[in-house]
């Protein structure tokens, strides 16, 4: 059980999705809790919250614990939320906020100084706040040392375990492969 976690993920291997039903269990297994998606733009918080709507869409019996539903929050009977947020340029709209769990979405792509002066401070006051950066690597920045870090736990899903799991088909990896051979 680790409150740090980062994960390594090559595009379209099912990040957002595990990620989502993680954020779904962890909102209704505990009372009380805030769980924020912070990614650099609205558009990529709201594909993961759309996930996470789906799941309980597809679950009568999991809709009926929603007591508040906007186009960016969910709220449920236990008073545990979920909200969606971007961050934009300069992470001045997400200020305020305090989150048990922090899910970064796209996390390379957040800009450090945001990370480290506005997002982290988010899980300051709280008990036990877990926070999970995912991305597909970009850059030498925040998420890259978060990798290199003994404080997160670190998982790394590349394009071969999507094709072992039948997330992504062998043969377009491989197509894809030779059209971008120097």
Known sequence: NYDKIV???SRQSGKSTCIAIYALWHSL??????????????????LMFRKIKAFLNDNPELTK???RETATELEFLNNSMIKSLPVGNEGKTIRGHTADLIILEESAFIKDVIVNQVI???????????IIQ??????????????NSDKYKVHLYG??????????NQEYILEQQEQNLP
């Open 65 to 67: 614990l929603i007591k």
């Open 29 to 46: 297994m505990h009372e009380y809790t805030k769980c924020l998606i912070i990614s650099p733009t609205q558009e990529q918080s709201d």
């Open 159 to 168: 394009w071969e375990h999507a094709v072992r799991n039948g997330i992504m």
């Open 134 to 147: 995912i991305s597909t690597p970009f850059s030498k920045n925040h998420f890259y040392q978060a990798t």
């Open 120 to 130: 982290m401070p988010m899980a300051a006051a709280q008990q036990n706040p877990k």
């Open 7 to 9: 994960g390594i993920f």
